[in-house]
């Protein structure tokens, strides 16, 4: 716009000698100059399709003092003027008010179903719905330039927007409208000159001096948006990048640490079941209003879409998160009665959590809150939902963060839990809780939060969709007890497995103990236990240490210390780097065991670089032997990429040869949230996982093939479900699990509601496995779970254990 100086505000600011020298023609005029602008202008008034009845105008004064608009024009001109075209005027009368708005009615057309607000200036002027030119003019008298060039020196121009390729414009000329969209400024009123840059197409928002006054206009009143515009009944805002004005509704809930801002609802629902009445409000610092506020909010609609690191908005897999930010709030009056709380009771959220979309994007699929629990939890997004002594089915973590579930009967475990019972069938009734103020609750699974727990409905990086609670149920602990089991005879050999989360020296004694206390204790000394993510001797240190002789010492120090043996040990230092994990942590599997009950075989000269030479299987005096023992399968294979190598030791037990295949598959990272917009996810990682399994597989069949009553075990943490593609490879040597079994996977024999090691975001599943060969008999198999499912776990893995007389 044109920057000339001098300015009238009514009744607050006197002119100044310069500005009565600009303010000539006629007397009573002063050029608003950078203090109102042209905010939005729309042409589809009363067209096919259009909800509005009329054309309007919208100017915005973005001072802080009202603006007298007496003796100014707002014009129009079409977008291609020929040479018998003219602009039209509409004179304008009074004021735009401190930092509000001032709303030109113009022409009418035969439909519509909505009047606009009441209007400060009424003109006849029949606006392009698809294009034009209007002006901001200092005087009544029509222009009479037709050209940008000649519109650039007419000094009584104060303000213009052209768009759809405009004859007259500013910079470049915005985009094109149509019946149902209007061009808008930014809320903040900024003018760079350039339509194209200062205004977007979306949904009419016209407001008049009464909306968003704070002086001169009257009491705030409501603008013509509400919550339910605003969130839609598609899962990405149709007004995502707009800018609204005085919506109202009655703060619920406050967050003050994070993502400061607060939710706001408007208790006066539409009837239409896919728009929720909720949204959150964006502050960046401290929100300054209090729940019960009845406030006019305005400000951007964003779809915010919480990112891992290395993701964008366009990459990312995640379901977004609309808000308003940028706000400025108007508070009407406190105290307000909030609005009821949607009570999520067993039948309330669907039984499918996420539709088969083909790995489509599910936001391009209108909400449809029957169809499945994401459907369900968008259409409520920013409400207040309502859980009743919910259970809990994943416990507190170090955020305070827990999960319940809103159906107690669904995929239960003999825990307490909810479980995974196929690929891509999360239990529709988990959902994670995340109070907004006081001290972490220390749940664990099987606690209850007694009572309502209520507040608005958010949406998580990690989980999906979540109750912001303001009020938490009252905390009933039934102090679940960690499993001890079932100590091995004397006949039988004891073989287990324990993914110890990046072990190292690095970590407080205090974790050394538990772990100890958990091998002696709980799965009662093992002959045998393979360890899964031992770090080297300076853990996350990355300076090209990677034995890891410190980090093992400590560790069976520990378990003797706890009353346990002394047990020996064996593992391969990998190349630096090369195998994964936290970055250097140099993260491998190693074997614990017993040397006095259990002999372990080496084999291979020590010189050997069995870091990147893998071991092979021969026949020696009619039986399998390896040539490397420990050794590692094929390391050099692709499969084993920035991964764990998979481990094999020889052992004796009462003169009998037993192989152990200690692994550490691929974690799931990179995979797709399962939680997020594209259903069902990729699983990126799934490929190499299974080419492991099937390295692994030919391995075992290699020893199957000396001697097919070879006694094998393979164990470790599989990073995959006793149902993926991996887990039938490593079996039968085909994904599809049409091949002949080789291996049993332990844990799919134990009743269903017991398949489970490890718990993920609120859901109980199957990372950890542990399989033999056939000749592999009178096996007794048990999951401890000692971590999982506590919040003071010492591991995010639970130990298994296999007891067998071979």
């Known amino acids: 716009m044109r920057r000339i100086r001098g300015l009238v505000a009514t009744g607050t600011v006197a002119l100044t000698a310069a500005g009565l020298a600009c303010a000539v023609a006629p007397p009573a005029q002063a050029a608003p100059s950078h203090t109102v602008v042209v905010s939005e202008a729309y042409g589809g008034g009363g067209n096919s399709g259009a909800t509005l009845k009329n054309d309007f105008i919208e100017l915005q004064n973005v001072q802080s003092t009202a603006q007298d608009l007496s003796g100014y024009s707002v014009q129009y001109l079409s977008a291609a003027p020929s040479a018998s075209s003219s602009w039209q005027a509409t004179p304008l009368s009074g004021s735009a008010p401190a930092s509000g708005h001032y709303l030109v009615q113009e022409a009418a057309g035969t439909g519509g179903t909505a009047d606009l607000p009441t209007p400060d200036a009424t003109g006849t002027i029949n606006i392009s719905g698809t294009g034009g030119t209007v002006a901001l003019v200092r005087g009544t008298t029509p222009l009479t330039c037709k050209t940008t060039a000649d519109c650039a020196n007419d000094t009584s121009i104060l303000d213009l927007v052209g768009w759809n390729g405009a004859a007259v414009h500013e910079g470049t000329a915005a985009a094109p409208t149509t019946n149902t969209t209007s061009v808008q400024r930014a809320a903040a009123g900024t003018d760079t000159d350039d339509n194209s840059a200062d205004f977007t197409v979306a949904t009419p928002t016209p407001q008049n001096s009464g909306a968003g006054s704070t002086g001169g206009g009257g009491t705030p009143t409501p603008g013509s948006t509400r919550i339910h515009d605003i969130q839609g009944s598609s899962f990405v805002s149709p007004l995502d990048g707009s800018t609204v004005t005085n919506v109202p509704g009655i703060v619920t809930a406050l967050r003050t640490s994070g993502s400061k801002g607060f939710w706001f609802q408007d208790p006066t629902p539409d009837t239409n079941s896919a728009t929720s009445e909720g949204v959150f409000v964006y502050t960046s610092s401290a929100p300054t209003v209090q729940p019960g506020d009845s406030v006019l909010v305005s400000g951007t609609v964003d779809d915010y879409y919480p990112l891992a690191s290395g993701d964008s908005a366009s990459t990312t897999s995640n379901l977004s998160v609309t808000e308003i930010s940028k706000p400025t709030e108007t508070v009407l009056s406190s105290g307000n009665a909030l609005p009821a709380a949607l009570v999520l009771g067993p039948d309330t959220v669907p039984d499918t959590y996420a539709p088969d979309l083909g790995g489509k994007n599910i936001e391009n699929t209108p909400i449809t809150p029957s169809r499945s629990a994401l459907d ?286 200690a692994n550490h598959f691929d974690a799931k990272l990179g995979d797709q949230n399962a939680d997020g917009r594209y259903q069902y996810p990729a699983q990126a990682s799934a490929t190499q996982r299974a080419g492991q399994a099937q390295v692994v597989h030919d391995f075992v069949a290699k020893l199957l093939a000396v001697d097919k009553g070879a006694q094998v075990a393979v164990v470790g943490d599989l990073n995959d479900y006793q149902f993926s593609p991996a887990l039938a490879a490593l079996r039968t040597g085909t994904a599809d699990g049409s091949g002949k079994a080789i291996l049993t996977d332990l844990i799919t024999g134990l009743p269903v509601d017991q398949q489970y090691t490890y718990v993920y975001d609120g859901v109980s599943q199957v990372l950890d496995h542990i399989l033999v060969t056939p000749k592999v008999r009178g096996v007794q198999y048990q999951v401890v779970h000692v971590n999982a499912e506590f919040h003071d776990q010492v591991s995010d893995h639970d130990p298994q254990v296999l007891d067998f007389v071979p």
Not at 446 to 474: E, F, K, N, R, W
Not at 561 to 566: Q, Y
Not at 619 to 629: D, E, I, Y
């Open 376 to 661: 369900f939890f968008e259409s409520v997004e920013g409400m207040r939902v309502e859980v009743d002594d919910a259970r809990v089915v994943g416990p507190s973590d170090s955020y305070g963060e827990q999960y319940v579930t809103t159906k107690p009967n669904q995929d239960r475990t003999y825990r307490g839990g909810t479980e995974l019972l196929g690929e891509n069938q999360t239990p529709s009734g988990r959902l994670e809780v995340v109070p907004l103020t006081g001290p972490n609750l220390g749940l664990d699974v099987g606690d209850v939060l007694q009572g309502a727990t209520v507040g608005p409905l958010d949406y998580s990086l990690y989980g999906g969709y979540d109750l912001a609670a303001s009020t938490v149920g009252t905390v009933q602990h039934n102090g679940l007890a960690p499993v001890t089991a079932t100590a091995a005879s004397k006949k039988q050999l004891s073989i287990a497995t324990y993914n110890v989360e990046n072990l190292s020296p690095k970590d407080p004694q205090t974790k050394f103990d538990a772990l100890a206390k958990g091998v002696v204790t709980n799965l009662a000394t093992p002959d045998i236990v393979a360890l899964e993510e031992i770090q080297d001797n300076d853990g996350p240190t990355d300076d090209g240490v990677v034995a890891a002789d410190q980090t093992l010492n400590q560790l069976t120090s520990a378990i003797i210390a706890a009353g346990g043996p002394h047990y020996d040990y064996r593992e391969i230092d990998p190349v630096n780097d090369s195998d994964g994990g936290q970055p250097g942590g140099n993260i491998r599997v190693a074997f614990l065991y017993n040397p006095a009950l259990v002999t372990f075989v080496d084999a291979g000269s020590p010189s050997t670089n069995r870091s990147t030479n893998g071991t092979d299987v021969v026949k020696k005096h009619g039986q399998p032997a390896l040539t490397l023992s420990p050794g590692r399968i094929d390391p050099t294979n692709p499969v084993w990429n920035s991964s764990r190598k998979p481990l094999v030791g020889q052992f004796t037990f009462r003169g009998k040869n037993v192989f152990v295949v």
